[in-house]
């Protein structure tokens, strides 16, 4: 006859090596951590902001997200392009992308980050974007091409009107940030004529 010891110890195997497993997960959930120095502040700060608000959708391994699909084949409707891989520059394209939705306006929610937070995440996304593709002989690669600046992408606002400094009205262009340096501008003229 079996003895009622014998019968715990398979149901005790059992449970020693289901919590070991379920110890194992979740010191695995979350070990993943921005990898922007935090001296950093703006580009922090943006990585932060990337992380919450567009991990569901991006990847890029600096802000620790994983959104982008890994195939093709198994690619869903809201997959972005996988940003560890696609060079984000200059940082007025960035600021181009969160003001209108993306360059398609399809998926991508318009202003998804608004003013200061804005900026905080283009830095982010112009500074640490492309930086694992692959290398291609004769191009250079994305951080041998110039980030830009927002004063850049905001300058040409004064010198030609609301429509950027090459009048474009695409991803290349300056029309978005140009438009919002416009009104800041503005805001700031009035402000200062009030008493």
Not at 43 to 50: I, P, T
Not at 64 to 86: I, M
Not at 128 to 141: F, L, N, Q, T
């Amino acid at each position: 006859m079996i003895s009622a010891r014998m019968r715990r110890a398979p149901k005790l195997l059992l449970m020693s090596a289901a919590s070991i497993s379920l110890a194992a997960v979740t010191t695995a959930c979350g070990t993943q951590r921005i990898s922007v120095p935090k001296s950093q502040t703006q580009a922090y700060h943006g990585a932060v902001l990337f992380q919450q608000r567009c991990s569901g959708c991006h990847t890029l391994s600096y802000a620790a997200t994983h959104g982008s699909a890994a195939s093709v084949k198994t690619a869903e409707f809201n997959n972005g392009p996988n940003l560890d891989v696609v060079c984000e520059r200059p940082i007025a394209r960035v600021l181009y992308a969160i003001e209108n939705g993306g360059f398609s306006g399809a998926i991508m929610p318009q202003n998804v980050v608004v003013g200061q937070d804005a900026i905080d995440v283009a830095k982010f996304v112009a500074t640490y974007s492309g930086r694992k593709a692959p290398k291609v002989p004769g191009v250079p690669s994305c951080v041998q091409k110039p980030i830009g600046s927002i004063l850049a992408a905001t300058a040409s606002v004064s010198t030609t009107g609301a429509t950027g400094a090459t009048g474009a009205t695409g991803p290349t262009g300056t029309t978005g940030p140009a438009k919002a340096a416009a009104r800041h501008a503005k805001a700031k003229r009035t402000a200062k004529r009030k008493p």
